[in-house]
């Protein structure tokens, strides 16, 4: 005997097919396509594509919370949920510091609540993404290769911070005091100090100073 759910599931062939279609011919162009060791993978916003385009809602995230931390790291756990064809279902991602190109409590709190969102949307139509010739994991849940960094010198950051705070001289001791709970450079770890690095490139190809730095927003501006 056929079940509703398979039922359902085999009427949404069409649909998919249609929206595989659409994903092969505009995701690549629309810079939502990632190729990891040759492997083409689709960023969150392909699969927010996926879900609308399914008929999903999008899931929402119903808690947010921080893990353990260990070693001078922390992470975030975020849970999305969202109701699908008469069902209710949830997944839960995590993002820690020590992950490869994250930086920044913010970052990580964000990045947790991405994958919560993209796993479930997975979990759910996971299948679609490959018809159009995509991996079945989202790009945000692949660990990237790992790149052997410079190591960032304290007289480089000194110089840096110099050039952009020019106008700010205390500027430099607020980051150092809010973000690293710290009054001296000298006491930043190896990837702090990488990280910190992150953030003055950031602002030197034009990005907003408080989108690099979020902790430095006044409490009542922040979201």
């Known amino acids: 005997m056929e079940t509703t759910v398979s039922m359902d599931i085999r009427a949404l062939i069409p649909l998919a097919q249609e929206v595989s279609e659409t994903l092969k011919a505009y995701a690549t162009r629309a810079g939502l396509v990632v190729d990891v060791r040759g492997q083409k993978y689709l960023r969150a916003e392909g699969w927010y594509f996926v879900c609308i385009s399914m008929g999903i809602p999008i ?13 001078g790291h922390y992470a975030y756990i975020a849970t ?13 991602a995590l993002c820690a ?15 947790a609540q991405t994958r ?3 796993k479930l949307i997975r979990l759910l139509v996971g299948w679609v993404p490959p018809m159009a010739g995509y991996q079945a994991t989202p790009y945000e849940e692949v ?7 410079r190591p960032v010198t304290i007289p480089e950051l000194r110089n840096r911070a110099r050039a952009l705070f ?22 930043l770890t190896a990837q702090q100090r990488q990280e910190l690095a992150q953030r003055f490139e950031s602002i ?19 979201e």
Request: hydrophobic fraction near 30%; glycine fraction near 6%; charged fraction near 35%.
């Open 116 to 118: 919560a969102v993209v």
């Open 204 to 222: 030197e190809r034009g990005e907003d100073f408080y989108e690099s730095f979020p902790e430095m927003l006044p409490y009542d501006e922040r």
């Open 59 to 71: 899931p929402r995230i119903v808690e947010i919370r921080p893990a353990e931390r260990t070693g």
């Open 80 to 92: 999305a949920e969202t109701e699908w064809m008469g069902h209710l279902y949830q997944a839960t």
């Open 143 to 149: 660990e990237e290769p790992t790149v052997e960094v």
């Open 166 to 187: 020019a106008n700010q001289p205390n500027r430099f001791r607020e980051i150092l005091r809010v973000v690293y709970d710290t009054d001296s450079l000298s006491k």
């Open 97 to 111: 510091s020590n992950e490869n190109g994250t930086r920044g409590e913010y970052a990580v709190l964000s990045k």
